[in-house]
C-alpha cells in the first residue's frame, strides 16, 4: 500500500523542490514553433489556436503555451471538460471567472425527468438557485447556514487526473521533455505506462480564496529512501478556494521500482496553511510566511476510465437569502 505522510507540512519542502511555476511562465515563442507533445513543427501542424499551460475554466488567466499545437490542444481540451464537471460547484459557488464569465452550475437530473435539475448561478454578484430538487438544499435559518448537494454530470475520473497531469507537462522545463517522453506518450493514447499513481488530495479552504489561480511544479530531491521511494514529480494547482495535488507518473527510468516492490512514499504539500490572513491568498507566497487556516481535507482515487456519477456537498454561511417559490 501507498504510504501518505502527513508530516508537520515543512518536511514537505525537504524532499521537494520547486522546478517550474506557472507564475513566472516564458510567454515567447521560439521563430519556429514545435509542439512539446506530439514534437511535430509548425510545417506540420497548426498553432493557430491560443493554448493555456493552465486551463481557463479553473480561473482566467494569462498562461499561454506557444509550444502546443492545434491537435494536441484539442485532445487536451476533451481531458479538460472532465476537470470542470469535477470542480464545477466550487467555481460557481467561489464566484470564479473563467474565460469569458462565471460558470454556472447544472446538476444531472434524477431519473431524466427535466424538473429534477438545480442550476446556480452568479447574477449581479450574487448568487441565485433554481433548485428542481428541493431536498437538494437545507437551510438553517437561525444560525445563517446552508448545505447543498451538487449532483455532479457524468465524468471520468481518469481524465480528470489526465487533465492535471497535462498542467504539469506543460510547465516541465524542456530539458527534462524527453525524460518523460513515455508520459507524455501516454497521454496522447499512443502508449501505456506501467506506472501512475491517480490519486489526487484535495484541501478546501474556509471562508479565503486565491486571487488568481496558479501551478507549481515540484520535483524530489532524492528518489530512495529505506522504506520505499518518492514519485519523481507533484503537482500542486492552487484555485477558487481548492488546492489539489497530484503525483504525475514515473519516468521510464524508474519503471521498476514497482518490480522491486518498492512503494511510493507520497508526501503532502502543506495545504493546510496559507500565507497570509487576507481574504484573498497571495500567490507569491513562500514557505517560511505560513500561518494555519481552517480547511477540509478529503483525497479521491481517479483511476477509473468508465463514467461515473458523484455526489458533493458542500457546507456555506450566508449573511442574507431570499427565497422564491413558483
Not at 15 to 30: G, H, K, M, P, R
Not at 271 to 296: G, T
Request: charged share 25%.
Amino acid at each position: 500500500m501507498d504510504k501518505l505522510n502527513k508530516g508537520n507540512g515543512l518536511h514537505f519542502w525537504k524532499v521537494y523542490n520547486l522546478i517550474a511555476s506557472t507564475i513566472n511562465l516564458s510567454n515567447s515563442s521560439d521563430i519556429i514553433r514545435r509542439c512539446r507533445f506530439c514534437r511535430k513543427c509548425e510545417s506540420d501542424v497548426s498553432f493557430k489556436m491560443k493554448a493555456h499551460a493552465f486551463p481557463e475554466l479553473l480561473g482566467a488567466n494569462d498562461c499561454i503555451s506557444y509550444d502546443e499545437c492545434d491537435k494536441c490542444n484539442l485532445l487536451f481540451s476533451s481531458y479538460e471538460s472532465h476537470l470542470s464537471k469535477y470542480f464545477l460547484p466550487y467555481l460557481s459557488m467561489v464566484q470564479v471567472k473563467g474565460k469569458k464569465k462565471i460558470p454556472a452550475f447544472t446538476s444531472r437530473t434524477e431519473n431524466n425527468e427535466e424538473k429534477t435539475r438545480t442550476v446556480i448561478k452568479s447574477i449581479d454578484g450574487k448568487l441565485k438557485f433554481e433548485l428542481g430538487n428541493r431536498d437538494d438544499l437545507v437551510y438553517d435559518h437561525e444560525n445563517k447556514k446552508l448545505s447543498i448537494r451538487f449532483r455532479l454530470p457524468p465524468f471520468k475520473p481518469l481524465h480528470v487526473y489526465k487533465a492535471l497531469v497535462k498542467i504539469g507537462l506543460s510547465i516541465l522545463p524542456t530539458d527534462r521533455l524527453e525524460k518523460y517522453r513515455a508520459v507524455i506518450d501516454w497521454m496522447l493514447g499512443e502508449a501505456s505506462v506501467s506506472d501512475y499513481i491517480p490519486i489526487v488530495y484535495i484541501t478546501k479552504v474556509v471562508n479565503r480564496k486565491f486571487a488568481e489561480p496558479f501551478a507549481e511544479l515540484y520535483e524530489a530531491n532524492s528518489i530512495f529512501e529505506k522504506e520505499g521511494f518518492y514519485p519523481e514529480l507533484t503537482l500542486v494547482v492552487n484555485f477558487a478556494n481548492i488546492v489539489t495535488q497530484i503525483f504525475l507518473p514515473l519516468s521510464a527510468h524508474f519503471d521498476y521500482l514497482r518490480s522491486n516492490q518498492k512503494s511510493p512514499l507520497l508526501e503532502m504539500y502543506p495545504a493546510s496553511a496559507i500565507y497570509n490572513q487576507n481574504k484573498e491568498v497571495s500567490k507569491y507566497a513562500k514557505p517560511n510566511d505560513l500561518v494555519k487556516i481552517d480547511y477540509r481535507f478529503e483525497y479521491a482515487d481517479l483511476s477509473s476510465a468508465k463514467t461515473v456519477i458523484r455526489d458533493e456537498l458542500i457546507y456555506l454561511s450566508y449573511e442574507s437569502f431570499e427565497r422564491s417559490i413558483k
